[in-house]
């Protein structure tokens, strides 16, 4: 069984977290720390617990805790306290789930955990793995088929619509994460992308629309997604896509239509608060343990 500490307890994205993780087949919950709610029941500050778990909330998390690995949540963790835990533990996996400030993720070794794209270096041998922002996620599951295959040029146009907190704390993030690794992988992509952020109507949907000069047909660009074939959450589809269809899930649904011979358009939908949140960093804990990719992920269909 997987041991599971989580740092930053109390934060909202704990709570999510917490809820997929109590009916998870191969892990115990072993600590939760939340300095200064030390004592409170968890059940009492997350919705949904009552009669799933009985557990209060601890202090500080040691550098020594009782786990295989440690979740980081609500910026919860500094890295200086990064680093000092994994040199007390090595044999402890990371999941960050939230930005440690000053973290300088490639000299510590932490995987950009979108398995979309670094799936292979989660299943061999990662040790700590940071999830990507909601909206990095979103759009870089969208596009990297693309940027694989050199279709992304300067016409693109990116329209996202989120919940508000996550635009605000995110956005300077996403657009990094975004561009840095589109270019990183379409080395003709500059790194002047076009990017649009605008507030969702509810707490649970984020739906980007991409747009972008592209002469290959709709047939050709169907078989570049099949990339995602035997992926367990990235869905490219030819119908229209409503929010709907992911929310409560870890899905990323792509839709692709071609308006005309010379454009692309892609309908791109998530969840928020799993993809590039809860759903995804239990998605990279699986793999670092090398779990299915859906164990304990195989949640409601819909909201329908």
């Known amino acids: 069984m997987i041991k599971v500490a989580i740092t930053g307890a109390d934060a909202p994205e704990a709570g999510e977290l917490i809820r997929i993780l109590v009916n998870h087949p191969e892990v115990i919950i072993t600590t939760?720390?939340?300095?200064g709610h030390e004592?409170?029941?968890?059940?009492s500050v997350h919705h949904g617990l009552i009669g799933e778990l009985r557990m209060n909330f601890s202090g500080p998390l040691s550098m020594t805790p009782d786990c295989s690995?440690?979740?980081?949540?609500?910026?919860?963790?500094?890295?200086a306290e990064f680093s000092a835990l994994q040199l007390a533990r090595p044999d402890i996996k990371t999941v960050i789930v939230d930005t440690i400030p000053n973290l300088d993720i490639e000299r510590l070794g932490v995987?950009?955990?979108?398995?979309?794209?670094?799936?292979?270096?989660?299943?061999?041998?990662?040790v700590s793995a940071?999830?990507?922002?909601?909206?990095?996620s979103l759009v870089l599951t969208a596009l990297y088929p693309l940027a694989l295959n050199m279709l992304l040029n300067d016409s693109m146009q990116i329209k996202v619509s989120a919940p508000s907190d996550i635009i605000s704390r995110d956005k300077k993030e996403a657009i990094e994460e975004i561009t840095s690794n589109l270019s990183q992988t379409q080395l003709s992509l500059g790194k002047n992308i076009n990017l649009e952020f605008n507030d969702s109507e509810t707490d649970?949907?984020?739906?980007?629309?991409?747009?972008?000069?592209?002469?290959?047909?709709?047939?050709?660009?169907?078989?570049?997604?099949?990339?995602?074939?035997?992926?367990?959450?990235?869905?490219?589809?030819?119908?229209?896509?409503?929010?709907?269809?992911?929310?409560?899930?870890?899905?990323?649904?792509?839709?692709?239509?071609?308006?005309?011979?010379?454009e692309l358009r892609l309908e791109v939908v998530a969840d928020p608060r799993?993809?590039?949140?809860?759903?995804?960093?239990?998605?990279?804990?699986?793999?670092?343990?090398?779990?299915?990719?859906k164990t304990g992920l195989a949640l409601k269909a819909s909201e329908f």
């Open 274 to 293: 799993m993809r590039g949140g809860a759903g995804e960093a239990v998605h990279i804990m699986n793999l670092l343990f090398g779990l299915h990719e």
């Open 130 to 136: 940071i999830v990507p922002s909601p909206l990095s």
């Open 204 to 262: 649970r949907r984020m739906k980007a629309v991409i747009t972008l000069s592209c002469p290959v047909t709709i047939e050709q660009i169907h078989e570049i997604f099949e990339i995602y074939d035997d992926h367990n959450f990235a869905f490219p589809i030819a119908s229209p896509v409503d929010e709907e269809e992911v929310i409560g899930t870890n899905k990323c649904v792509i839709s692709l239509h071609k308006p005309t011979d010379s």
């Open 69 to 79: 690995v440690v979740f980081v949540c609500g910026n919860s963790m500094t890295a």
């Open 39 to 43: 004592g409170i029941s968890v059940s």
């Open 111 to 126: 995987v950009y955990g979108l398995p979309e794209i670094n799936r292979k270096p989660l299943v061999r041998g990662a």
């Open 32 to 35: 939760l720390s939340a300095p």
